[in-house]
């Protein structure tokens, strides 16, 4: 154990690290009515949660509930407003359709076959998940790999397709309703590996969810220790994007093979791979338990860099100050602020999302309150088809108000980095509501991706 760690357990272990729970236990939809603290809210309220978490996914643990929402600030706090359901998630017309339904029956099938007519218009697969990014390997497609930009592949492994708790606004939410049709997985270790090994320009490999960190390290080994091997040279990095430092720090401190997995990530360092896990905060309250923090310290002792990321969000983080304090905080427990996204165009989108106006205000306003090692986060940027599409600022060109953007990630990189623009829109909060200003039809992208669309392009071509 080293020095740092040491004097971090002397400092909070009597009080704090002691008190929180270390047995996992968690809620689903179907044990709403277990969680205790739930009967402090009216009837009403808690129907209208009922009536949501049929629809969208819920999952919430004890940890959560007792150490990151602030129950006296109910139903406005924001850890509240992260994982539990709320009314506005559903439009006005879903939400009555499904409170009718919960009301005259107790017929599971129908009950889920309007959830799923629900589902269905909430755009389950945004920026052409399914049909553009999956490879194949000897025609048969990979279910488990997607492939999209070309220096860096994401992988879903089996055993990571679940979170310690559900955020409600995740743009993967459609993987977590138990339709296996719509879910990536993959179960094969080998699938992978083979994938890597034919296509040597991939030098970032991103282990996704789900969460990875809910699997065992036996699973996360059996992926991650053949990478050491010569062939997989040209795999520099490993990314690991988790929710599990807010969800459940435990993993990391005092889970049965918590030690097992900072020894994993030792091993990956020593051996030259530069490891990053990918951390998701979404308000600096996350950050602020005493077991969290030593998660983080234990994490960093490994050599592992740990870069944070966020959409902005109504209800949770629209404001400069919390962002500012959120990366200031981060930089403080040695993490490296990476990247602030645009609420997506999927699930419960209008409860969530934020004009791209505003989305640059906030990104502007909280950047000019940090200092320059918090100034390493990129955005805002919408994770769109296309490419990661940064707003990058509001100017006046010849008389018209225009939006600057750029790709910061792109289908095929030449886009990236070149300058375009699109007419200012106050209310605009997505891609697909911008136009082209000085009176031109098409983005300088549109007809190379409309070729990929039907050709079904993916990166390898490049
Ligand atoms: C964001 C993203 C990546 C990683 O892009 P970086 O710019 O390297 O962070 C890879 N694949 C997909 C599909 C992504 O959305």
């Given at each position: 154990m080293t020095p740092v760690i040491q004097l971090i357990k002397k400092q909070?272990?009597?009080?704090?690290v002691d008190r929180t729970p270390d047995r996992f236990q968690v809620f689903t939809e179907k044990q709403l009515?277990?969680?205790?603290?739930?009967?402090?809210?009216s009837e009403q309220h808690r129907f209208e949660m009922r009536v949501v978490s049929t629809v969208l996914p819920f999952r919430v643990n004890q940890y959560v509930l007792d150490?990151?929402?602030?129950?006296?600030?109910?139903?406005?706090d924001p850890m509240f407003q992260l994982v539990f359901p709320q009314k506005?998630?559903?439009s006005e017309q879903d939400f009555e359709q499904m409170a009718t339904v919960l009301k005259s029956t107790t017929d599971r099938s129908l009950i889920q076959q309007t959830a799923n007519e629900i589902r269905q218009r909430l755009?389950?697969?945004?920026?052409e998940q399914l049909s553009l990014n999956v490879p194949s390997i000897e025609e048969q497609s990979a279910e488990g790999i997607q492939h999209k930009y070309r220096e860096t592949v994401l992988f879903f492994p089996g055993q990571g397709q679940v979170c310690h708790s559900f955020c409600?606004?995740?743009?993967?939410?459609?993987?977590?309703?138990?339709d296996k049709n719509l879910r990536f997985s993959n179960k094969e270790a080998e699938q992978l590996h083979t994938y890597l090994v034919k296509?040597?320009?991939?030098t970032d490999l991103l282990i996704t969810g789900g969460?990875?960190?809910?699997?065992k390290t036996d699973h996360l080994v059996s992926y991650l220790?053949?990478?050491?091997?010569?062939?997989?040279?040209?795999?520099?990095t490993i990314r690991i994007g988790t929710k599990s430092l807010s969800f459940w720090p435990q993993r990391f401190?005092?889970?049965?093979?918590a030690d097992a997995l900072l020894a994993l990530f030792s091993r990956l360092v020593k051996a030259g791979k530069h490891v990053a896990l990918m951390a998701h905060f979404n308000h600096w309250r996350e950050m602020s338990t005493l077991i969290t923090q030593e998660a983080i310290q234990r994490i960093r002792a490994t050599g592992v860099v740990i870069r944070t990321q966020s959409p902005l969000l109504n209800h949770i983080n629209n404001d400069p100050d919390i962002w500012a304090q959120m990366w200031r905080e981060q930089v403080r427990l040695g993490m490296v602020p990476y990247y602030m996204f645009v609420e997506r165009d999927t699930g419960a989108r209008h409860y969530f999302e934020v004009p791209l106006a505003r989305t640059w205000e906030v990104y502007r306003q909280a950047i000019q309150k940090v200092s320059g090692l918090a100034r390493t986060a990129r955005g805002p940027s919408m994770s769109t088809g296309p490419g990661k599409i940064e707003i990058h600022g509001v100017s006046e060109i010849n008389g018209e108000k225009v939006f600057v953007l750029r790709f910061?990630?792109?289908?095929?990189?030449?886009?990236?980095q070149r300058p375009f623009f699109a007419k200012y829109d106050t209310?605009?909060?997505?891609?697909?509501?911008l136009r082209p200003a000085f009176?031109?039809?098409?983005?300088?992208f549109q007809d190379e991706y409309d070729a990929m669309l039907l050709k079904q392009i993916s990166p390898r071509a490049y």
């Open positions: 909070i272990i009597p009080e704090t009515d277990k969680i205790a603290v739930l009967s402090r809210l150490y990151l929402i602030n129950w006296n600030n109910i139903p406005d506005g998630m559903l755009n389950p697969h945004p920026a409600s606004f995740c743009f993967r939410w459609a993987q977590f309703i138990g296509h040597k320009k991939i969460d990875p960190m809910v699997m220790e053949p990478l050491l091997r010569p062939e997989f040279k040209h795999v520099q401190v005092n889970d049965a093979d910061i990630q792109a289908r095929n990189p030449d886009w990236v209310d605009a909060t997505w891609l697909d509501q009176g031109e039809e098409k983005f300088f």
